[in-house]
């Protein structure tokens, strides 16, 4: 088996189109499909977007072009109210409850009325030094999405996390301070037990083309942290990969009808796909195994079949004294093996041999 079990990440994000009770259900539709949690987005759209801010192409195709980024968020968000009555579900029905938080005051809502020991930050976050610090300073572990980013981007991103951890201020903040933030003795050991990255492509759906499953291996080796997998593309075929390549945590999209209207639903897989995705996962785990080359108990049973061993070409009397000519090699592999054939030239048989029969050391002097 694995060492590590996968975290699946249903992201219902905003696929509840504001209605608390189609959250409910997706609540109850991430638990019967097996995942280990289940994210919701939040955040306040006033705070969140300008008047004036324009929708991205994939909001713009899924819904009303005239809407702006405001106006749809305005519709999109839950109550804090909401958010109580899903974490209950949540409870009872045995997921864990995640959400990323959008701004600051949402941030502070999930970390200190809700209390919750996990939060998400979204790709669009990576450059956010304000909300990264504050994040910092909660007593929450942390998500970050690095979708969009190059790598120094991200390493900016940990220094502002680690400015964080290390101060409980802003004074003196900014990009050099950051910087040297990230030299601190042990900073890395702190930020391994708060901090864990995934990788992510920033549009919906994206192509698989365009994932990049290899920057896991970039930013494990380059940050010592661990990294997941934020999958926008179509179908489980991807995130099953990541899995194989090492992701820690994998996050889907998944909604209840694909055809609903809303700007995530068709990068979103529905109920039944995330059993399976989730049923896949698990198979991928067991299939990674320890590492240690060595035979399976089925291929135990198999070796004597399929392996061979050292039989005598024709029939040899006692006493005879073998040459490589009186020997071959054919199945079953539960004698003498084909690599010690040269090891038994010379020596004298103490028993007659029938043709195919097989050689055993005991059969020698």
Not at 193 to 222: F, H, I, K
Request: proline letters at 3%.
């Amino acid at each position: 088996m694995a060492d590590l079990r996968t975290v699946i990440i249903a992201e219902a994000g905003v696929n509840h189109n504001g209605d608390l009770q189609t959250a409910l259900q997706l609540v109850d539709a991430a638990a019967e499909a097996g995942v280990d949690m289940v994210k919701f987005q939040t955040f306040k759209a006033e705070k969140l977007a300008a008047k004036g801010a324009l929708k991205a192409d994939y909001q713009k195709r899924a819904t009303n072009t005239e809407e702006t980024q405001l106006e749809m968020l305005s519709r999109l968000q839950l109550s804090e109210e909401a958010h109580s009555v899903l974490t209950t579900r949540c409870a009872e029905k045995g997921i864990t409850f995640l959400s990323t938080a959008g701004e600051s005051d949402s941030l502070r809502f999930l970390t200190e009325d809700l209390k919750l020991p996990l939060i998400k930050l979204g790709s669009g976050e990576v450059t956010n030094a304000p909300l990264l610090l504050a994040a910092a300073r909660s007593d929450a572990r942390l998500i970050l999405s690095t979708g969009m980013a190059t790598l120094s981007e991200i390493e900016t991103a940990l220094g502002v996390l680690a400015f964080g951890m290390l101060n409980a201020d802003n004074r003196g903040a900014g990009r050099n301070a950051f910087a040297a933030a990230l030299l601190e003795p042990k900073i890395f050991d702190q930020l391994r037990t708060r901090v864990s990255l995934m990788q992510c492509t920033t549009e919906y759906p994206s192509l698989a083309e365009d994932s990049n499953l290899r920057v896991m291996e970039t930013l494990r080796g380059a940050f010592g942290l661990e990294v997941g997998y934020s999958d926008h593309t179509e179908g489980n075929a991807v995130s099953i990969a990541a899995v194989a390549r090492g992701a820690t945590m994998i996050e889907k999209h998944f909604t209840l009808d694909r055809t609903m209207s809303g700007p995530d639903h068709a990068a979103s897989i529905e109920p039944r796909a995330l059993r399976d995705l989730v049923s896949s996962i698990r198979q991928v785990e067991q299939a990674l195994g320890t590492g240690i080359k060595r035979p399976s108990l089925p291929e135990q049973c198999n070796r004597s079949v399929v392996r061979r061993s050292v039989v005598a070409v024709r029939a040899l009397p006692i006493n005879h004294v073998l040459t490589a000519k009186d020997m071959t090699v054919k199945r079953p592999g539960n004698g003498i093996a084909p690599v010690d054939l040269w090891d038994c030239v010379g020596r004298r048989l103490l028993n007659r041999m029938e043709p195919d029969q097989t050689i055993n050391q005991e059969d020698l002097a």
